[in-house]
């Protein structure tokens, strides 16, 4: 696609359900990273894949918080058993080349838990 | 705790005027430099990257870069009204694959 689109743009969940958001990148690039974004802060970093391999997942909160990419470029950033303070906005980003490159990022999912 | 510091504004200047937006790093190793435009329940993009010292020009952004003094600086000239938004200082992590975002300051142009 023209760029990284991620879906769903908006998603409501009660405390304590699973959710997963997706994240197409834009074709070819092999870098994926995802972050967190809370009102009035800059995103913060969660993980990052190349291709297929996890690299880094230091930034995922707790072990409810899983990401995948199984096969090199969709993605799925998957939170088990949300809690209030998971409301945010999770955006993607991709590079074509490894890191340190300028990133493209999607729309992001605005993610809110009653 | 690597660290990206940015002075969180409102940062008002009046239309044509020069905006200055300044960021300090924690990392001494870092090797590149991003600032971000992020509008209003947008995501960012991606304004002007800068990996050696001194300065880079791009219309009207230039981005400077001093590692002695671990400062990146963002310079607006003729600032207008739909440059409002918030910038975001970024900078790459020598000791993963992170990229470590400022909180961003928020810029007014008022026409």
């Known amino acids: 696609g023209a760029g990284v689109s991620q879906s769903p743009r908006y998603k409501v969940a009660k405390r304590g359900q699973d959710v997963a958001l997706r994240c197409d990148p834009i074709s070819g690039h092999v870098s994926l990273f995802w972050y967190q974004q809370a009102l009035g802060q800059g995103p913060e970093f969660l993980t990052y894949?190349?291709?297929?391999?996890?690299?880094?997942k230091s930034g995922l909160p707790s072990d409810r918080f899983f990401a995948e990419r199984p096969e090199g470029s969709v993605s799925t950033l998957k939170i088990q058993r949300t809690q209030q303070e998971d409301s945010a906005v999770y955006l993607c980003?991709?590079?074509?080349?490894?890191?340190?490159?300028?990133?493209?990022f999607g729309d992001g999912t605005r993610l809110s838990i009653l | 705790q690597k660290e990206v510091e940015q002075n969180s504004g409102p940062l008002s200047v009046p239309e044509g005027a020069i905006a200055s937006l300044n960021c300090t790093y924690s990392?001494?190793?870092?090797?590149?430099f991003f600032w971000y435009r992020q509008y209003s329940g947008k995501s960012p993009e991606l304004i002007m990257f800068i990996y050696s010292n001194g300065d880079k020009e791009d219309g009207r952004f230039t981005a400077q870069l001093n590692k002695a003094s671990q400062y990146v600086s963002l310079l607006i000239r003729d600032s207008q009204p739909s440059d409002s938004a918030t910038y975001l200082c970024a900078v790459g992590d020598t000791g993963g694959f992170k990229t470590i975002f400022g909180a961003g300051t928020r810029l007014f142009v008022k026409a």
């Open positions: 990392d001494r190793g870092s090797q590149s």
């Open positions: 980003a991709s590079t074509p080349g490894l890191i340190n490159q300028p990133q493209h």
């Open positions: 894949f190349q291709n297929e391999a996890q690299l880094d």
